[in-house]
């Protein structure tokens, strides 16, 4: 399981210091939990606190009452064996046993135990001596982010990167419990867009009752759940920001509901995308307006909208009134007021209309913004009708000693084999995924990647969910692409290409 799968929907179960101190108390809240998991059929972590006490607390302090924290810590204190066996006990329970570190002695118990995951808290998060000793664990580390601003969250994002870490980010509001004002939800959104390579969680504490902040941390994207938990007995009180095990049942219920809800449920080759039901359509149908002739139509005559009017209800297969196109040949005659059924057919421009649509939503959800300056050329290598099986967008920014261009591939589509002897060029990724065969070499290209083609260097290149890249070269010169295939290598260049100066 790769660290990304390790992450998504995972479930932390934040036990703290709820054992008070006690082993059996402890191993009864992994229990109450690990029902809870199996309940739903969810992957979830039991998460500790560790902390080494002896050289935690400063000497002079320690037995102190009056000081925040301390008579807690002092009186939940459980020795190493003691935290071997709550970690036995969620390994037994089928969980995956976590720990928060706060000092780096306690980090070598992580792995002393070989806890898969390491947590690090908000308040540590920018403690440089302890995140290098966790960064330089190698494992997984989990970050919440409560109380820093986003540069502070620059910082601690460009320390892990660079020291080759893989990690997720918590957004949190360190307030216990945190007031529903001050959640600010729309922030896992926006830590999603400046991080795309890092999954973004949601660690709450906010009322144990309120499970709306969780369902809408789903709806912005978080991939990752933590709430505090405990088992409340007849001499034991939870805090106000704590589960019980019926209130962590109703929030995993709450999350798994969500989920569901905002979950696109149809894969196609773009990925996951809308699925669109049957009564919807219906539905939908039900109240579209079809074609009907104005008056008598006989077959072969040429529509035109003085030759129909729309109105509902419009039967089944019927032409609507959005399918209409003026210049449709009637395919048999039609009496006044019958309905119209003719197939609308895909012309070249039709199909060009089509596919420049598609290559301007992929630069809106890339967020790639064109300016005004630019042409923009199709090219089709075998015709129109074959265009998102084989072909290109190329959108040309600058053509002078130097050139740059965006290159739009469709998903599923492949640009076939050519080289130029001229022009040398390399090609930046900026969005999904690109797939270049360069003198037969087959090069899978990420976000960010870059490939030079040298001069003479046969290269071809193809996407599998759709990608923008960019292409910086030297001055692009007319008929200097050499195609393998000599069906393209025989046509001109305008009989493969389109140019669109306006889209």
């Known amino acids: 399981m790769t660290t990304a799968e390790l992450f998504d929907n995972l479930f932390i179960f934040e036990m703290a210091n709820s054992h008070q101190g006690s082993v059996e108390h402890g191993i009864d809240i992994i229990r109450a939990m690990g029902r809870i998991a199996r309940k739903y059929n969810i992957r979830a972590a039991v998460k500790l606190q560790y902390r080494e006490l002896d050289s935690f607390i400063h000497p002079d302090y320690k037995g102190r009452t009056d000081i925040k924290h301390i008579p807690r810590f002092e009186s939940t204190r459980l020795m190493p064996e003691q935290f071997n066996r709550l970690v036995e006990a969620i390994r037994e329970e089928g969980l995956i046993p976590m720990s928060t570190p706060f000092d780096e002695v306690s980090v070598d118990l992580c792995m002393d135990q070989g806890l898969e995951i390491i947590k690090i808290a908000s308040c540590s998060s920018m403690d440089w001596p302890l995140m290098a000793k966790a960064a330089s664990t190698h494992k997984p580390l989990i970050v919440s982010t409560g109380g820093k601003s986003l540069s502070e969250i620059d910082k601690i994002y460009n320390f892990l990167t660079h020291r080759g870490c893989e990690f997720a980010f918590l957004h949190c509001i360190a307030e216990y419990p945190a007031p529903p004002e001050r959640l600010q939800l729309d922030f896992i959104e926006k830590m999603r867009k400046r991080y795309p390579d890092v999954v973004i969680g949601w660690s709450g504490h906010e009322a144990p009752d309120n499970n709306i902040p969780a369902m809408l941390a789903v709806a912005k994207g978080a991939r990752i759940f933590e709430r505090h938990v405990g088992l409340p007995t007849e001499t034991i009180r939870l805090n106000a920001y704590s589960m019980n095990p019926e209130q962590a049942d109703a929030w995993v219920s709450a999350v798994i509901s969500a989920q569901d809800m905002c979950e696109m449920k149809k894969t196609s080759h773009h990925g996951k995308t809308k699925y669109i039901s049957q009564n919807e359509l219906d539905s939908l149908t039900s109240l579209m307006r079809g074609v009907f002739a104005k008056h008598d139509i006989a077959e072969g005559d040429v529509l035109t909208e003085d030759d129909v009017f729309f109105a509902m209800p419009c039967a089944d297969r019927q032409l609507t009134s959005g399918e209409f196109q003026p210049g449709m040949t009637a395919t048999r005659s039609y009496k006044t007021n019958e309905a119209v059924y003719e ?30 300056e630019f042409e923009v050329e199709l090219s089709h290598h075998y015709g129109m009708q074959h265009f998102r099986q084989f072909g290109a967008i190329i959108i040309s920014i600058v053509n002078r000693e130097y050139c740059k261009k965006l290159i739009i591939v469709l998903p599923g589509q492949k640009h076939p084999s050519h080289l130029h002897k001229v022009k040398e060029e390399t090609f930046q990724l900026l969005y999904g995924d690109l797939t270049v065969t360069l003198d037969g070499e087959t090069i899978k290209m990420k976000p960010g990647d870059i490939q030079t083609v040298l001069r003479g260097s046969s290269h071809a290149f193809t996407s599998e969910h759709g990608a923008i890249f960019e292409e910086v070269s030297t001055t692009h010169v007319r008929n200097d692409s050499y195609y393998e295939d000599p069906k393209i290598a025989c046509l001109d260049p305008l009989e493969r290409k389109s140019i669109l100066k306006d889209w």
């Open 343 to 372: 197939k609308r057919t895909a012309s070249d421009i039709s199909i060009m209309r089509s596919v420049v649509h598609d290559a301007k939503g992929m630069l809106f959800e890339a967020g790639i913004a064109l300016g005004t």
